[in-house]
């Protein structure tokens, strides 16, 4: 017997029905629809992105580089002598103002104390060798806060400065590596620390 046109034009309508059907009844099986409210809620507070996703690296100051050398190897006591023949060995020295303290304590390095037996005045020498970064930061002070003193030596090889504050006179003397500074209530200008300067400059490692 043969079949209705009709019929076989309408079944291929119905299947697609019946497929259409099965997807819906399947979704829902997995909870097609998530609930909006759940999906935009805000993070907890164990979701905060931690901190060290955020942190800004800081720059790590540069290691003082020590630096060590006998008093007597500073300065001879031929030297010192000849700068002034009172001036001798200074008992309990410990340097004073706030270069000489730097030069010790932040820089690592070396200062030595002469005593003048009659008045007891007392030159202070120190010598440090403060890393690139610390030693531009100490002569940019010294450029500021001093006086520049040519005699002393040549720039940029050699440049020097100098100041009278508080009843002492002090010299800053910055050359390669090292930073000198020269302290003394017995120094009123900067001439008076002028063959000081030449010999500890002289006396120092080549750098």
């Not at 610390?134 to 806060?145: I, K, R």
């Not at 050699?158 to 930073?179: K, L, M, R």
Request: with cysteine; glycine share 8%; hydrophobic share 40%.
């Amino acid at each position: 017997m043969l079949r209705s046109p009709r019929l076989s034009r309408t079944r291929p309508a119905a299947a697609v029905l019946v497929v259409a059907a099965s997807v819906m009844l399947l979704s829902g099986c997995t909870g097609a629809t998530a609930d909006p409210d759940k999906t935009t809620a805000p993070p907890q507070a164990s979701e905060t992105p931690s901190s060290s996703s955020s942190a800004v690296p800081t720059e790590t100051a540069e290691p003082a580089v020590p630096f060590a050398i006998e008093c007597d190897a500073l300065l001879t006591p031929d030297q010192v002598y000849a700068f002034n023949p009172n001036f001798g060995t200074a008992p309990d020295f410990e340097a004073s103002g706030d270069h000489m303290a730097a030069i010790v304590g932040d820089e690592a390095g070396t200062a030595c104390g002469w005593m003048n037996q009659t008045s007891g005045e007392v030159i202070e020498v120190g010598v440090a060798t403060p890393p690139p970064a610390a030693l531009l930061a100490h002569q940019s002070d010294a450029a500021m806060e001093s006086t520049p003193v040519p005699t002393y030596g040549t720039p940029p090889e050699i440049e020097g400065y100098f100041t009278q504050a508080a009843g002492n006179g002090e010299v800053q003397v910055f050359s390669g590596p090292y930073w000198i500074v020269i302290r003394s209530a017995a120094l009123f200008e900067p001439g008076d620390a002028g063959q000081l300067v030449s010999d500890v400059l002289a006396n120092l490692p080549a750098a």
